[in-house]
């Protein structure tokens, strides 16, 4: 079964730089969720997509941004990166299905390191 | 505000014991559901079971069960006959508010319980 699909899976950056995170959904689900997790902790939840549209906000630093795409794919773009933003980000889709809360599928995530 | 405490912070068996994982939620809602994940060292977090609020059989799938009470709002998670390849950190989560559009809620996690099985 097709899984949900995060590239890069690692990457490395220097500090002030930018970074792009990619997230494809597994087929037929509209919304996706990113999560960041730092060492040791629990994940966070940042932002959120259903049809294309941001639908709620977490704790996500205004140097971030990210966006779904019409084939439902979805970029988070981070900025002026800061040596805390070392993280594991996952990547969550979850179909919209009859009932109000469905499973939600969580990719492998992207390792970030900042140095 | 919606929460959820995991007490435990690391707990350590040996193999073929039972151990069990607590969890405890807060939330005003009066539907809501409750998740456990996995995460084993290599990262990935894997989905193990979804329980929503209006449902409080136990749950027993293999070796893993689930024993969810509404009244002291705890959903906690037994692992029996414990096996290596089940150390891991073990994340409750809750489901957030409904998002607008009918979509479902963010997960607030826990913070996790490290489970050690050693041989």
């Known amino acids: 079964a097709a899984g949900v699909i995060q590239s890069p899976r690692h990457l490395i950056k220097e500090k002030r730089e930018t970074a792009t995170l990619k997230c494809y959904p597994i087929?037929?689900?509209?919304?996706v969720y990113w999560y960041q997790q730092g060492p040791g902790q629990d994940p966070q939840f940042l932002i959120s997509?259903?049809?294309?549209?941001?639908?709620d906000k977490g704790s996500i630093p205004d140097r971030f941004s990210a966006q779904q795409f019409s084939d439902y794919h979805s970029e988070l773009n981070m900025s002026s990166l800061e040596l805390g933003d070392s993280a594991l980000y996952f990547c969550?889709?979850?179909?919209?299905?009859?009932?109000?809360?469905?499973?939600?599928?969580f990719g492998p995530g992207t390792r970030l390191t900042v140095l | 505000a919606q929460k959820v405490t995991q007490a435990q912070t690391e707990i350590s068996v040996v193999e073929k014991e039972d151990v069990t994982l607590d969890c405890v939620y807060e939330?005003?809602?009066?539907?809501?559901?409750l998740f456990w994940y996995k995460q084993p060292p290599s990262g990935e977090l894997v989905f193990l079971i979804r329980?929503?609020?209006?449902?409080?059989q136990n749950e027993i799938s293999g070796r893993y069960s689930w024993n969810f009470q509404k009244s002291t709002s705890s959903f906690n998670f037994t692992i029996t006959a414990s096996q290596v390849v089940d150390s891991a950190v073990y994340f409750c989560?809750?489901?957030?508010?409904?998002?607008?559009?009918?979509?479902?809620?963010?997960?607030?996690f826990g913070k996790g319980t490290k489970l050690s099985v050693k041989p």
């Open positions: 969550a889709s979850s179909p919209q299905r009859e009932g109000p809360v469905n499973e939600q599928f």
């Open positions: 087929p037929r689900h509209d919304t």
């Open positions: 997509f259903y049809e294309k549209m941001q639908s």
């Open positions: 939330t005003r809602d009066t539907t809501y559901y």
């Open positions: 329980r929503n609020s209006f449902d409080e």
């Open positions: 989560a809750l489901s957030g508010r409904m998002n607008y559009g009918g979509s479902q809620g963010n997960l607030i």
